[in-house]
C-alpha cells in the first residue's frame, strides 16, 4: 500500500513484479460524484452548483453502513409484527378521504411520520415500507387522496396529520413529533409540510427526508414526453414513465400551461420558504426522475442558506427495477444505503 503526494491511498499493482510501474487508486466517492454533477451541470446548462459535501466520501460511507446496518437488522426482526389500520377523516373540503397507518401493537406514543410515493405507491401497495418504517419506532401513515396530480394531495395529508394528532381515537399512540418522507411525485408534500410555518409549530415537525424529486414539474412532464417516444429506453424506465403519462392524460392534462398544476405542484417553488432540516437523496443514473432535479433544489436551497443534506447514492437509488435489486450489487447496496441514511437522519431529528 501507498500514499501518493495528493495524500490519495492506494495498492501497488502486480504488475510492477514485471519492471513495469503501475499502480491501483482507490479513487474517492466523493470526488467521483462531483466530476459526474459538473457533467450534468454543464450538460444541463445550470447554474454552479455548490460542492457538496454531503455525499459520503468512501470512508465515511462505509463506516456509516457498518454502523447502523446491525442496529437495523436488529429492529427488523419484529417486522411480521408490524400492523395496520385504516381510518376515515375529512379534508377542508368536507371530502372523506381514507388513509392507513403502521406501528408497533402497543400504546407507547411513537413519532409521526407521513409517507407519500406519487402515484399509485403509497403505503396502501407497499405494505412492506410501513412495516419497514414501524420498526424503526415510527408511526408512518399514508392516504388515498382524490387528487394525486395536483398540490391539493399535499393538503390533504396536512389535513391527515391535523387529524390524527388531534381527533383520531387512538391519538395517544402518536408522539409529540412529527416528520415525513417523500418519495419521486410524492415529494410535493414534503415541501409543502415543510414550508408551512403553522403546520410545523402545531404538529412539531422536525425534519423532512425528500427521496429522487423532480425540482419543476413542467420540466419533468416533458422529459416524460421525450423518453416514452424514443425506441431504445430501458423496458422498466419506459413501463414507468408511459403508467404516468396514461394517469395524466387521463386528468385532461395535454400541456404545461396550468400553473394550479405546473407551479404549484412543483417542490422548487418551495424551497425558499424551507423552514427545517431536510435531507434529500438521490440515484446517481436515476433515468425516471433525472438527478438534475435534486441538484436544483440542493444548488437553490443552499444559496437561501436553508439547512439541506444531499447525499447522491450508486446506480438508479429507489427508481431501480424492484425485480433486479436482488441480482443487481450496485442496485442492493443503493437501496441498504438509502435506508441507513434516511433512518441516521430521522434519528438525529425525531429521536433526540
Not at 411480521?80 to 402497543?106: D, T, V
Not at 434529500?280 to 441538484?295: A, F, N, Q, Y
Request: glycine residues 6%.
Amino acid at each position: 500500500m501507498y500514499r501518493d503526494e495528493k495524500g490519495v491511498y492506494g495498492f501497488e499493482s502486480k504488475e510492477k513484479k514485471t519492471g513495469t510501474n503501475s499502480f491501483r487508486t482507490i479513487k474517492n466517492l466523493a470526488d467521483a460524484g462531483m466530476e459526474l454533477i459538473d457533467q450534468i451541470r454543464i450538460k444541463n446548462g445550470l447554474e454552479e452548483i455548490y460542492y457538496i459535501n454531503d455525499t459520503p466520501s468512501l470512508f465515511s460511507f462505509v463506516i456509516k453502513n457498518v454502523f447502523y446496518l446491525p442496529s437495523i437488522i436488529w429492529k427488523l426482526r419484529k417486522l411480521k409484527e408490524m400492523k395496520s389500520e385504516r381510518f376515515w377523516y375529512l379534508n377542508r373540503r368536507n371530502e372523506a378521504i381514507q388513509g392507513i397507518i403502521y406501528g408497533p401493537n402497543y400504546d407507547r406514543p411513537l413519532p409521526l411520520i407521513a409517507f407519500d410515493s406519487g402515484y399509485k405507491r403509497d403505503l396502501f401497495n407497499f405494505s412492506i415500507v410501513g412495516k419497514v418504517i414501524a420498526c424503526l419506532g415510527y408511526r408512518a401513515f399514508s392516504i388515498r387522496s382524490r387528487n394525486e396530480l395536483k398540490v391539493i394531495e399535499a393538503e390533504d395529508y396536512i389535513d391527515a396529520a391535523e387529524f390524527l394528532r388531534t381527533k383520531y381515537e387512538k391519538r395517544n399512540k402518536i408522539g409529540d413529533k412529527s416528520g415525513v418522507i417523500g418519495i419521486s411525485g410524492g415529494n410535493i408534500v414534503v415541501y409543502k409540510m415543510c414550508s408551512n410555518k403553522e403546520f410545523i409549530e402545531r404538529n412539531n415537525l422536525k425534519c423532512g427526508v425528500s427521496i429522487s424529486p423532480f425540482a419543476d414539474l413542467a420540466e419533468q412532464f416533458k422529459y416524460m414526453k421525450e423518453v416514452i417516444k424514443k425506441q431504445n429506453v430501458d423496458s422498466h424506465t419506459k413501463e414507468v414513465l408511459e403508467d404516468y403519462n396514461r394517469y395524466v392524460e387521463s386528468l385532461g392534462v395535454k400541456d404545461t400551461e396550468d400553473d394550479s398544476i405546473f407551479v404549484k405542484g412543483s417542490p422548487i417553488t418551495y424551497v425558499n420558504e424551507l423552514k427545517i432540516p431536510l435531507l434529500i437523496e438521490h440515484g446517481i443514473k436515476d433515468d425516471i426522475v433525472p438527478v438534475t432535479g435534486s441538484l436544483k433544489i440542493y444548488s437553490k436551497a443552499k444559496k437561501a442558506k436553508k439547512e439541506v443534506e444531499l447525499v447522491l447514492i450508486p446506480g438508479k437509488g429507489i427508481h431501480e427495477d424492484l425485480k433486479q435489486w436482488k441480482k443487481d450489487l450496485v442496485g442492493t447496496i443503493s437501496l441498504i444505503s438509502s435506508i441507513i441514511y434516511v433512518y441516521s437522519f430521522l434519528k438525529k431529528h425525531l429521536d433526540s
